[in-house]
């Protein structure tokens, strides 16, 4: 009975809601309905309707007791909430913070809520994969065209604008796919590498479909021909070769994160530029894109100076008359818009939740994979957000991936007995401890 209602649950392995809202949220914003002065996009909607049902399940416990980090999720929101409220006042804080609260949370709850098995995770997993492989029908033709197929089809279909002019790099069009640009189709795709890899190869080079699947995403964020997307797939493919590397060896990460020091530390002794200004330049496309951005972390993180508490909200940070608005930088904005206990906040929910994950001892070969699908992606997307900023679609995505390995806290394998004389315990994989 219980197997019956699980099937009847799913669609390809993945719980129902996810897959609606995955779907939802590859849909350009012409797919959307004005309620007033809000934009009720297709993935907007799904949240809407799911948020209070999703808030109940997870204050009753019917899928996890709560933690410590869906308290952060909200206590992040909370105080974003606060902080429109003292930009815009009551009512237009209240809209604003609302739809911030509906896109960050509910886009965690989802992940977090509804994929609660490994198996969860696997059927995810490989409709994530498989949604960005299907685009790939599209976009390489309008990569090697530059007809908008997907995008200007769904836009003419619901009376919406064209895709924007964007010039060429490296001799094809940069592809949209369904979203409003190629950065969104970009880091979406990138953001499957690991998945693929991981879980639907389950990290065996000869697994030939699998690793097959796994190119097909790389492909797909090639033809978006945008530095974010390569950057989230060559922070996942150098801690995955790291870990094929040294997979056997105890203390890998402690080595990893102790040469990234190294290497900062030896940035900053022996150039006459900061870390930060090297690390711009080599992961975008122009100099002029880097001068850009390193203009705006000049600029942006002294807006934080002056208003470390509550950030300007949606109000305009003060910059040369001649740069444009555009903040290319995900965390930065944060800590512009909403101050920095949002921040830290959200800093916090992200390495506080891979670090207790990681703590994990004892686990099934198959569900470590899963944790390095998850973690890698997290750290591949997390390192972009410094050079792009995550909006409309990629907001949601990667909350809704930070929520999605919330499972590997509290899951407990089911105890596999190899003899009479010999059993394995359920005491040797315990859930993670919550500090």
């Keep these: ?35 007033g ?20 399940q997870l204050i009753s416990g019917r899928r996890g007791r709560m933690h410590v980090f869906d308290m952060l999720v909200l206590a992040h929101c909370g105080w974003a909430l606060l902080a429109l409220i003292k930009w815009g006042g009551l009512a237009r804080g209240i809209e604003s913070g609302g739809i911030y609260s509906v896109e960050c949370a509910g886009a965690y709850l989802m992940g977090r809520l509804y994929v609660r098995t490994y198996e969860d995770f696997v059927g995810v997993a490989r409709v994530y994969v498989g949604l960005v492989l299907a685009t790939l029908v599209f976009t390489i033709p309008e990569a090697l065209s530059g007809i908008h197929i997907l995008h200007d089809g769904i836009a003419a279909a619901f009376g919406g604008p064209k895709a924007a002019f964007i010039e060429q790099r490296m001799g094809i069009e940069r592809a949209f796919g369904p979203f409003d640009h190629p950065i969104l189709y970009g880091v979406f795709s990138a ?61 890998r990460w402690a080595a990893l994160f102790s040469l990234f020091a190294i290497v900062y530390m030896g940035i900053d002794l022996l150039s006459n530029r900061t870390p930060f200004h090297v690390f711009v330049e080599y992961l975008t496309f122009s100099k002029e894109s880097a001068y850009n951005r390193i203009l705006i972390f000049e600029y942006g993180s002294a807006e934080v ?11 305009d940070w003060t910059r040369p008359v001649w740069m444009s608005d555009s903040m290319d930088n995900f965390w930065l904005i944060t800590a512009v818009r909403y101050g920095l206990p949002a921040f830290l906040l959200q800093v ?54 930070i929520g999605l390995g919330a499972w590997l806290i509290d899951a407990v394998p089911a105890v596999r007995r190899v003899s009479l004389k010999r059993a394995v315990a359920p005491s040797l994989v315990q859930p993670a401890r919550l500090f």
């Design 348 to 401: 916090g929910l992200l390495l506080g939740l891979v670090w207790v994950v990681g703590q994990r001892k004892n686990l099934p070969m198959e569900w470590r994979r899963a944790r390095h699908a998850w973690a890698f992606t997290l750290f591949g997307i997390g390192v972009a957000a410094a050079t792009v900023h995550l909006w409309n679609a990629l907001f949601v995505l990667f909350f809704f991936l």
């Design 191 to 251: 953001s499957a590498f690991s998945m693929a890899y991981f879980v639907v190869a389950e990290r065996r080079l000869m697994n030939l479909g699998g690793m097959a699947k796994a190119g097909g995403v790389v492909l797909a964020a090639f033809i978006s021909a945008s530095g974010g997307p390569y950057t989230v797939l060559m922070m996942q493919g150098f801690v995955a070769a790291w870990e094929r590397a040294l997979g056997k060896m105890h203390g």
């Design 305 to 315: 100076a002056r208003h470390p508490l509550f950030g300007i909200g949606l109000g």
């Design 37 to 56: 002065g809000l934009r009720l996009s297709a993935y907007r909607v799904v949240l809407i309707l799911m948020f209070l049902p999703m808030f109940f």
């Design 1 to 35: 009975m219980a197997l019956a209602a699980r099937k009847s649950s799913t669609i390809f392995g993945a719980p129902v809601p996810i897959v609606i809202f995955l779907f939802a949220m590859m849909l350009p914003t012409a797919v959307s309905v004005n309620l």
